[in-house]
C-alpha cells in the first residue's frame, strides 16, 4: 500500500509566475497554472520565511500550567490568547534558535530544554509558510524584548485544563495554536504509551 507522504506527479502545472507586492515579512505572487485536464487558472500565493510556535509547559505539585500571550489581531479586529510565535523574516534561520528567541521576546521566558515535536504548514490553501513546533519546559524569567506591533501583549500563565476550555469558548481562536496542542497531546500520549481507542 503506497506511504501517506508518497507523491505522484503534481496535478497542477505552473506556467508563469509574477511577484505582485512585497513588504518585509511578505510576499505575495500570482501564478497562471493548467490543471491535469488541461484548463487554466490563476493561483494566489503568499510567501512568508519559516516561524516557530512554542509550547511552555510548567510542570508543579499544584499542576500544569502554560505561559499565553495575549493580544489584539488586526485582522480580525479583536484580541485573544495563543501561545507564543513568530518569525525573524529571513529564510536562514536555526529552528531551535528562533523558538528560544520568540519565546524570550515575547514572554521573558528563558528555557531549559526544548523539545521539537514537528513542523506544519500555515494555512497551505493560500500561504506558503513553514512552522517549527517546540515544546519548552525548565522555564526562568527574564526580560521580554517586545517588536512595536507587539507592545499591548500581555502574558499570563494558565492552568492546563483552563487553557483547554479556552480552546472551545473563544478566548483561543488562533488555529496554530490549537493545532500545536493537539500535535502536543499526540506526541505525550506516545511518549507515556497511552493507547486510545481506534
Given at each position: 500500500?503506497?506511504s501517506?507522504k508518497?507523491?505522484q506527479?503534481?496535478?497542477i502545472?505552473t506556467i508563469?509566475?509574477r511577484?505582485v507586492?512585497?513588504?518585509?515579512?511578505?510576499?505575495?505572487?500570482?501564478?497562471v497554472?493548467?490543471?491535469e485536464?488541461?484548463?487554466?487558472g490563476?493561483?494566489g500565493?503568499?510567501d512568508?520565511?519559516?516561524?516557530?510556535i512554542?509550547?511552555?509547559l510548567?510542570?508543579?505539585?499544584?499542576?500544569?500550567?502554560?505561559?499565553l500571550v495575549r493580544q489584539?489581531r488586526?485582522?480580525?479586529g479583536d484580541?485573544f490568547?495563543e501561545?507564543?510565535?513568530?518569525?525573524w523574516?529571513?529564510?536562514?534561520?536555526?529552528?531551535e534558535?528562533?523558538?528560544r528567541?520568540?519565546?524570550?521576546?515575547?514572554t521573558?521566558l528563558?528555557?531549559?530544554r526544548?523539545?521539537?515535536l514537528?513542523d506544519?504548514?500555515?494555512a497551505?490553501g493560500?500561504m506558503?509558510q513553514?512552522?517549527?513546533?517546540?515544546?519548552?519546559e525548565?522555564?526562568?524569567?527574564?526580560e521580554?524584548?517586545?517588536?512595536?506591533e507587539?507592545?499591548?501583549?500581555?502574558v499570563?500563565?494558565v492552568p492546563?485544563?483552563?487553557?483547554?476550555?479556552?480552546l472551545?469558548?473563544?478566548?483561543?481562536?488562533?488555529?496554530?495554536?490549537?493545532?500545536?496542542w493537539?500535535?502536543?497531546r499526540v506526541w505525550r500520549d506516545r511518549?507515556?504509551g497511552?493507547?486510545r481507542?481506534?
Open positions: 500500500m503506497p501517506i508518497d507523491v506527479s503534481p496535478p502545472k508563469s509566475s511577484e507586492y512585497r513588504n518585509p515579512w511578505t510576499r505575495v505572487r500570482e501564478d497554472i493548467e490543471r485536464n488541461g484548463t487554466r490563476i493561483y500565493v503568499m512568508k520565511d519559516p516561524a516557530c512554542v509550547i511552555p510548567e510542570q508543579t505539585p499544584e499542576g500544569d500550567f502554560l505561559w489584539y488586526y485582522t480580525v484580541t490568547f501561545l507564543p510565535q513568530g518569525g523574516e529571513t529564510a536562514d534561520v536555526d529552528p534558535e528562533l523558538a528567541g520568540e519565546l524570550r521576546e515575547e521573558g528563558l528555557v531549559d526544548m523539545t521539537h514537528t506544519l504548514w500555515i497551505y493560500a506558503r513553514i512552522h517549527h513546533v517546540y515544546l519548552a525548565g522555564l526562568t524569567h527574564g521580554t524584548e517586545r517588536d512595536p507587539e507592545q499591548d501583549m500581555t499570563h500563565r492546563v485544563s483552563e487553557f483547554e476550555a479556552m472551545l469558548d473563544g478566548r483561543v481562536m488562533d488555529n496554530c495554536t490549537a493545532s500545536a493537539g500535535v502536543y511518549r507515556d497511552v493507547v481507542g481506534s
